[in-house]
Nanobody, 127 residues
Framework: QVQLMESGGGSVQTGGSLRLSCTAS????????VGWFRQGPGKEPEGVAA????????FYSPGVKGRFTISLDNSNNSASLQMNSLQPEDTAMYYC????????????????????RGQGTMVTVSS
């Protein structure tokens, strides 16, 4: 099994930046496809970004494309989500997850197909 832990959340003002990190432990041999999804207050989970290294595929939701960048570093079993030009609507709990591409590459992630997910890190953007 693999365990995931997110870090890097916090409070910023509109236009600010944050870098979220996701560290994997345990069986990291299959650390190939990673995704980030978020859930805002009173909202459904929303897929934000996904990346599959072997397939060289990247997904960004329309609302974050051009502002967020996902990356995967197998050398230290970690993934990151660089978030720039943050807006109040980006306020949410952010989770990293492992799953196959189809489960994460969309604005409605298939949470039932996740192989692993972290506990989340909170991002708050104030106007």
């Amino acid at each position: 099994q693999v365990q995931l832990m997110e870090s890097g959340g916090g409070s910023v003002q509109t236009g600010g930046s944050l870098r979220l990190s996701c560290t994997a432990s345990g069986d990291t041999s299959r650390l190939n496809c990673v995704g980030w999804f978020r859930q805002g207050p009173g909202k459904e989970p929303e897929g934000v970004a996904a990346f599959c290294k072997s397939a060289k595929k990247t997904f960004y939701s329309p609302g974050v494309k051009g502002r967020f960048t996902i990356s995967l570093d197998n050398s230290n079993n970690s993934a990151s989500l660089q978030m720039n030009s943050l807006q109040p609507e980006d306020t949410a709990m952010y989770y990293c997850a492992l799953a196959h591409w189809a489960a994460m590459a969309g604005v409605k992630p298939d949470l039932g197909e996740l192989r692993a997910r972290g506990q989340g890190t909170m991002v708050t953007v104030s106007s």
